[in-house]
């Protein structure tokens, strides 16, 4: 399932950078959802917020983004069918070359389990449940790169 929500801190819609938050389960996606946009309010600033709920549906929106605009990606990690983190390591490539700051989130706490996350090419990972001040440093800190 993919989903694309346009939101503006300004009230304007226009080509924007996006942020992909990819999750099976869609309370999860909706809280992030919520977060992110209270966030961009705060912080005045205007980005899409796309939505996916496997692995595959992070690659197709990644490949399929030829204008380069997904800034963001958080994406948990246990999906059924593909994992974040085998996703993360299919996009590996297209991450690099377009600076895209990849965020896994987990309820696990293993750190062989994390490690794994991190070698895959996630940048950071995040336990459940996520704080809105994580997201707006995430945000904060991928606008001034």
Same mark, same amino acid.
């Given at each position: +399932? &993919?989903?694309?929500?346009?939101?503006?801190?300004?009230?304007?819609?226009?080509?924007?950078?996006? =942020?992909?938050?990819? *999750?099976?389960?869609?309370?999860?996606?909706?809280? +992030?959802?919520?977060?992110?946009?209270?966030?961009?309010?705060? &912080?005045?600033? !205007?980005?899409?917020?796309? !939505?996916?709920?496997?692995?595959?549906? &992070?690659?197709?929106? =990644?490949?399929? *983004? =030829?204008?380069?605009?997904?800034?963001?990606?958080?994406?948990?990690?246990? +999906?059924?069918?593909?994992?974040?983190?085998?996703?993360?390591?299919?996009?590996?490539?297209?991450?690099?070359?377009?600076?895209?700051?990849? =965020?896994?989130?987990?309820?696990?706490?293993?750190?062989?389990?994390? +490690?794994?996350? &991190?070698?895959?090419?996630?940048?950071?990972?995040?336990?459940?449940?996520?704080?809105?001040?994580?997201?707006?440093?995430?945000?904060?800190?991928?606008?001034? !790169?």
């Amino acid at each position: +399932m &993919l989903n694309r929500h346009e939101f503006s801190g300004k009230g304007r819609s226009k080509a924007l950078p996006s =942020v992909l938050i990819v *999750d099976d389960d869609i309370m999860i996606r909706n809280s +992030m959802k919520s977060m992110i946009k209270k966030v961009l309010n705060k &912080l005045n600033l !205007e980005m899409q917020i796309l !939505e996916g709920s496997t692995g595959f549906d &992070l690659i197709d929106m =990644v490949n399929d *983004d =030829v204008d380069n605009k997904i800034k963001i990606i958080f994406t948990d990690e246990n +999906m059924p069918v593909c994992e974040g983190s085998d996703a993360i390591r299919m996009i590996s490539d297209i991450k690099k070359q377009n600076n895209i700051k990849i =965020v896994s989130i987990t309820a696990v706490d293993d750190l062989n389990y994390i +490690m794994k996350i &991190l070698k895959s090419g996630a940048d950071e990972v995040l336990p459940k449940p996520i704080h809105i001040k994580t997201i707006e440093r995430i945000i904060m800190n991928s606008m001034m !790169e």
